[in-house]
């Protein structure tokens, strides 16, 4: 996680230092669509902040969030929901189809952060035979490839569509205690599959633009 950081850091200044750049933040709603089938549809949200390299390429630093239900299997997770919170180092690409319109294309490779929330009617039902039950996910590599659509609204605005798919892996653990006696069980869940195909809505506005309209 430290090196990450730090080639992320490394990458933003040396980007930033080379005084070409635009810089620019951009909002998005993102609707995901789970690989896995005990995982159901969600909604979240992503913001990162980009520098324009020149009219053809970006790099971009964002972080994006959503939660999935989790409909519970015997070799994984329970019933409850799962969060993703991937954050990633992105170059994108455009394409001009026409005087308002790009093709966009990115790729990122990240860290994502995961957690895992219970069912509060399973945790219950458990409780109130006299056991404790906890189940955690654990954080791992990110990455994605994407391509959208871009509508250029100004110099300085932007709306666009895309599509990405998630390389989401991870693990995790659960342990059952027995409230009375204390005696306790855990082990370990292997290779939980969180990959996910997400579309997004996304608004992009210029901070600091070097004049030339993209």
């Not at 930033?16 to 750049?21: F, L, V």
């Not at 608004?203 to 004049?211: D, E, N, T, V, Y």
Request: overall charge negative.
């Amino acid at each position: 996680m430290k090196k990450i950081s730090t080639f992320c850091v490394l990458a933003i200044l040396a980007s930033a230092g080379a005084g070409r750049a635009d810089i620019y933040v951009r909002g998005q709603g993102i609707f995901v669509l789970p690989m896995d089938t005990p995982y159901s549809s969600g909604i979240g949200f992503g913001i990162a902040a980009g520098w324009e390299l020149n009219p053809q390429f970006a790099l971009e630093l964002g972080a994006s969030r959503w939660s999935l239900p989790s409909a519970g299997m015997a070799d994984g997770l329970s019933l409850g929901k799962i969060a993703a919170l991937p954050i990633e180092l992105s170059l994108r690409a455009r394409l001009p189809l026409g005087a308002k319109l790009n093709l966009l294309g990115d790729a990122g490779l990240g860290y994502a952060f995961h957690s895992f929330t219970i069912d509060e009617d399973l945790a219950q039902s458990w409780t109130e035979v006299g056991f404790v039950i906890e189940e955690s996910a654990k954080s791992g590599l990110a990455a994605h490839l994407g391509a959208g659509l871009e509508l250029v609204l100004s110099p300085g605005m932007s709306v666009d569509i895309s599509a990405r798919y998630y390389l989401l892996r991870s693990s995790g653990e659960w342990s059952i205690t027995d409230a009375y006696s204390g005696e306790s069980a855990s082990g370990t869940l292997e290779s939980l599959n969180l990959d996910s195909l997400t579309f997004s809505l996304g608004l992009k506005i210029g901070l600091a633009a070097s004049g030339a309209s993209r």
